[in-house]
Every structure is written in structure tokens, then in C-alpha cells.
């Protein structure tokens, strides 16, 4: 599937939304190029600044960029260890959302329809993901965690499709993990596991793509995409106010 992400939406994109008092929901239909941290300090702000019209907030990103240029693990799944690690690390009284009367609803979806392999899935479950969300339900007892995935044997995983945090209280005793049915005909296997990587390198050459940064070599931009007409699309982005 191609995927043409906001090149321009990025961690500083975000966070200066936070600064926008009356905006309670950011909603993208399109990819945005945001990290773990980003989505962290965008959270962090919302909160310092405690300014608030709504008794809820929503954060709704798609997120753009696969690991090795045009192929590759999407960069979503290191996106949500990030923002899990960030959070890991403070706890519930200091991040201060459990307190706010605003309360977050953060949804990260996955956009590719690309599965990933049994031996990445299985590592990343069992070594990441899995314990990240342990880690942070300990830390933060009044957040709701949960992820949405596909093809669930044992440890291993065809994909993830939504990632879910969510401050609510009729969240609160939700399921970590559900695993929902995958669609045979959207699901695809990346190309790239069988391929040879100097065949892989030769493609991504061809399409513009930067293997060993994802980025675009001709331009420097950081995703891994599928370039447009050289015109950014923000018509899939919707702040509400």
C-alpha cells in the first residue's frame, strides 16, 4: 500500500498545537511524521498549561514512515514503544492527566497494510510492547491501555492496527489487547523478507528512497513513503475548536 505521509507534520508540528487553548481534538486522516516523544510533549504541554473549554481532549494520528525507505517494519509500532517509555518513566501524580478535568483520549493508528514477520513480532511483544504496557498500567493505575491486533498466536502477530490510551473512567476496565480479525484481502506481506538487500537498496534508489534512513535521498525529507508532486496534502488534517 502506498502511503503518503504529511512530510511536514512533524513532533514540532504537534506540540505547538498544544498552545491552542480551545482546541480539544487534533483528528488526521492522513500519515503525520510524529515520534514517541513528540506525542509525549505534546501531552506534557496540554497539561502544563491546564487551560481547558472541554472535559475532553482527543489525539486521533495516523503514523507515516517505514524503516528501510519504500519497504520495511512501519515506523508506528517504534512510535508507540517510545511514547510508552516516555511515560514509563514518570508517574502518575507528576504527568498530572489522571487529575486534569480534561481527560486525554490519544488513538494511534497503523496505515499500512503490510503484515510483519513471526520472528519480529514475536521479539517485539515479548520484549517490548508487552512489558512497556505492564510497566505503565503499574506506573499510571488510571490509564487504560490497549492495542488492537491481528493473526494473534501465542507471542507472535501479523499486525497492529490501533494503538488506544485513554484517561477516561468508563475506560478504565478495558481489555490491554483485543485481538480483532484480519482482512485477507487488505493485508499484504512486505515485499522486502524475501528480498536480497542490495535488490531492496536498488529499488529504494529508484523510487527516491534513502535504505539505510528511510529518508528521501534527492531531498533529505524523513519518511519513507511514497512521494507526491513535491506540494504537501494537509487535507486530510482536522484540529477542532
Excluded at 92 to 121: I, M, T
Amino acid at each position: 500500500m502506498n502511503v503518503r505521509p504529511i512530510r511536514t507534520f512533524t513532533d514540532a508540528s504537534l506540540v505547538s498545537l498544544a498552545e491552542l487553548k480551545d482546541l480539544y481534538s487534533v483528528e488526521s486522516n492522513a500519515a503525520v511524521m510524529c515520534t514517541g516523544d513528540g506525542i509525549f510533549d505534546y501531552m506534557r504541554r496540554v497539561l502544563e498549561l491546564n487551560c481547558y473549554s472541554n472535559n475532553w481532549r482527543m489525539l486521533d494520528l495516523r503514523i507515516g514512515g517505514q524503516q528501510n525507505g519504500f519497504f520495511g517494519v512501519p515506523m508506528f509500532y517504534s512510535v508507540v514503544v517510545g511514547l510508552l517509555r516516555c511515560l514509563a518513566e514518570v508517574n502518575e501524580k507528576d504527568f498530572g492527566a489522571a487529575a486534569c478535568k480534561q481527560k486525554f483520549e490519544v488513538f494511534l493508528s497503523n496505515p499500512y497494510h503490510s503484515r510483519v514477520s513471526k520472528q519480529w513480532s514475536s521479539i517485539y511483544m515479548r520484549e517490548e510492547l508487552r512489558p512497556l504496557m505492564y510497566r505503565v498500567k503499574e506506573t499510571h493505575p488510571s490509564l487504560s491501555l490497549n492495542a488492537s491486533v491481528n493473526g494473534v498466536s501465542g507471542d507472535t502477530f501479523s499486525k497492529i492496527d490501533m494503538f488506544t490510551l485513554s484517561w477516561r473512567p468508563r475506560d478504565r476496565e478495558r481489555d490491554m489487547f483485543w485481538n480483532s480479525a484480519e482482512d485477507e484481502y487488505y493485508c499484504e506481506n512486505d515485499p522486502s523478507d524475501r528480498m536480497p538487500p542490495a535488490l531492496m537498496n536498488l529499488f529504494n534508489e529508484l523510487l527516491g528512497y534513502n535504505s539505510q534512513g528511510g529518508g528521501s535521498a534527492s531531498s533529505g525529507d524523513e519518511d519513507g513513503d511514497v512521494e507526491g508532486n513535491g506540494e504537501d496534502d494537509f487535507g486530510g488534517f482536522y484540529p477542532v475548536l
